[in-house]
Nanobody, 118 residues
Framework: QVLLEESGGGLVQAGGSLRLSCAASGRTFGLYKMGWYRQAPGKDRDFVGEIVWSGGSTNYADAVKDRFTISRDNTKETIYLQMNRVKPEDSAVYYC???????????WGQGTQVTVSS
């Protein structure tokens, strides 16, 4: 089992920056991708972005690709979501996920709250 723990959420003003972290533990040796989804109250859970663990290639949802960046730290088994120029519509619970090579299913973290004030 892979365990994922998000951190770094909080309250930030529109136009500011925030960095989320997702630390992986357990059986992390067979991971293919990791990334982020987000869910605002009353809304569906939306894709934010992802990173391929080997090589570090990324892709993003159109709503965030000019403002957010996903990176990884191999020594710490952690990925990050750098959020710049945040907007009120970025307010959501952000969930980290991980995709192993051997199964079609995703592992999920518990989420971290991001609130952007206007």
């Amino acid at each position: 089992q892979v365990l994922l723990e998000e951190s770094g959420g909080g309250l930030v003003q529109a136009g500011g920056s925030l960095r989320l972290s997702c630390a992986a533990s357990g059986r992390t040796f067979g991971l293919y991708k990791m990334g982020w989804y987000r869910q605002a109250p009353g809304k569906d859970r939306d894709f934010v972005g992802e990173i391929v663990w080997s090589g570090g290639s990324t892709n993003y949802a159109d709503a965030v690709k000019d403002r957010f960046t996903i990176s990884r730290d191999n020594t710490k088994e952690t990925i990050y979501l750098q959020m710049n120029r945040v907007k009120p519509e970025d307010s959501a619970v952000y969930y980290c996920w991980a995709k192993p090579y051997t199964t079609p299913d995703l592992y999920w973290g518990q989420g971290t709250q991001v609130t952007v004030s206007s």
